[in-house]
């Protein structure tokens, strides 16, 4: 069965995708990592994707070690020959790290961080070879745990430390999937200053890879998050979204300043994935909107 942030993903797209057609393409599609669009992600609207240029930045693949030993993959983007970094964790989509996350990354890095975008499903699979979108869930996103993404975050904000960072200076964003990661990881760890959420659920069924949804996570966060959602989202009910307001009004009465500094933006024509400028989903004004305020959420809470 899919989850809130699947099924979302899966309404995203427009019919007459099946497996032949994403076969069929996966070797165009997805060379590398950060390159081309995962195959489920079909169809592509052109005539909105952004391109950033890479001029002035440093980007490409890299790989670093976490705890297990395992080497995880990634995508990078920072300026060129500047080192001292404020570092941006940038969370994928359900559909891994492909070409819209590689650009959300040099996006950041043409605004002074450098941005690391790990490959989060590495060890279940390649979220970029599926066609067919009941296949991806099943075979890769439902099973990867959370504590495993924690660890791997931890293991990116370290590689960003070696290589040009401000380990002082961090933040994460990410969208569906990893907007629930953000609010995760915002929970996690003491190394992040601010998180942005773009549309990632806040509730849902805890399993054994899955124990905690965010709406449990508000009373302990470490660092504010903006949250960033559409009204018209079919995934992810308003109520849910004022459930969470609740939850972290109420944790910052008790004294949880980073659930106090939290706030949310709704934006109330727009759907599910309305950043997403690859996909019909996509709203410009809104997505442009999102994107300035995350700036500044980052600026204003000390990560720039």
């Known amino acids: 069965m899919l989850n809130n942030d699947q099924t979302n993903d899966f309404n995203a797209l427009l019919p007459g995708q099946g497996t032949e057609a994403g076969a069929s393409r996966r070797t165009a599609l997805k060379a590398a990592l950060g390159v081309g669009y995962a195959a489920a992600a079909l169809p592509i609207m052109a005539q909105s994707a952004i391109k950033t240029p890479a001029d002035g930045l440093k980007t490409g693949e890299i790989t670093f070690e976490v705890n297990d030993g395992f080497k995880v993959p990634a995508f990078y983007a920072a300026p060129a020959g500047k080192t001292n970094l404020p570092v941006i964790l940038v969370i994928q989509e359900i ?43 099943s075979e890769v996103v439902s099973k990867v745990p959370d504590a495993q993404v924690m660890a791997d975050l931890d293991g990116a904000v370290k590689w960003a430390g070696a290589n040009g960072g401000n380990t002082r200076k961090v933040g994460i964003t990410g969208f569906c999937w990893g907007g629930r990661i953000t609010w995760l990881y915002a929970e996690h760890s003491k190394n992040v200053k601010a998180g942005v959420a773009w549309y990632g659920r806040l509730v849902g069924t805890p399993s054994a890879l899955t124990p905690k ?61 309305f950043h997403a400028d690859y996909r019909p989903s996509y709203r410009k004004e809104a997505a442009e909107d999102g994107f300035k305020r995350a700036l500044e959420w980052f600026k204003a809470h000390g990560v720039a």
């Open 95 to 137: 559909f891994g790290v492909h070409e819209y996350i590689a650009d959300i990354a040099r996006r950041f890095a043409r605004a002074g961080y450098l941005a690391i975008a790990p490959e989060l499903y590495a060890r279940q699979g390649d979220p970029g070879s599926y066609g067919e979108m009941a296949r991806l869930m």
């Open 213 to 273: 949804h965010p709406l449990e996570l508000a009373a302990s966060l470490k660092a504010p998050v903006l949250g960033l959602y559409g009204g018209q989202d079919g995934g992810i009910p308003v109520t849910t979204i004022n459930d969470m307001k609740d939850a972290l009004a109420h944790a910052g009465k008790n004294g949880n300043a980073a659930a106090r500094a939290s706030e949310f933006v709704l934006y109330p024509d727009a759907p599910h994935a």
